[in-house]
């Protein structure tokens, strides 16, 4: 066949029309993304904590027009939140107010040293040790190293418990402390903070004998001195020389005998040294 402009086109069958294929189910999509976008703003933002690491820091308070978050999070720009509404941001560290601390006009607040206790304060641990119990009630795990060494340098000589007597050479005496090695004249110190309670010589064989009472019960002696420069009611420190070691009463030489007593009844020093 030939067109009037003189073109010509060439027979054959007739074109068959395409058909559009139409999709019979829609392309595959993320299926969590329905799920989150039913998820709230308070849920994305819990949910954000929790993965975060901040469960446990993160605060939520309800303000009168809405729902606000706290998140104390360390950043170095303030931490934003906004409303239920949606509206303007707001600071989270806006939002939460300091804590109130209040007390009754007669209240007396101490913030003396005296009233912290830490590892390195000996006296310290001590009087919270003896204030919470009595020191008959002590366990010899919560005393050991409460009390300081009475000498520079500790050598036992003769332990406490029972032995054959130095003097008598009999068998069966119960020595009631712990005589350590000590050249007469050595400096004696104090176990611990106490007041002096006795400063005198000892009728049943202690010679010159110091007595200190470090209160609840807990008291310590140093005897066979040779001079002491203590008084009764004076109030000494821990480590701080209270006496010269000697041989004074029932001592067949020079050491000092370092007994701990506890409500009055003599116990082994090494539990308390």
Known sequence: MQTP???????GPPSVPRVVEVAAAERPRDPHRDARRRRGPFRQVTEFAAASGIGQKAGIALAAT???????VPATSPVMATDASGTAPVAASAVSAPPQISADVGAQIDFSRSAVVTQADPDGKLKQLLSAQSAGSVTRA??????????????TASPFGYRVSPITGGSGDF????DFVAQCGTSVLAAATGTVTFAGWHQFGGGNRVVID????LETTYNHLS???VKVGQTVSRGEVVALSGTTGASTGCHLHFEVQVNGEVVDPMGWL
């Open 5 to 11: 402009r003189g073109r010509r086109r060439a027979a």
């Open 66 to 72: 809405g729902l606000v978050l706290t998140v104390a």
């Open 142 to 155: 919560a005393s050991a190293g409460t009390l300081a060494a009475p000498l520079t340098s500790l050598v």
């Open 214 to 217: 470090h209160g609840n019960g």
């Open 175 to 178: 020595h009631r402390g712990q």
């Open 227 to 229: 001079s002491f420069n």
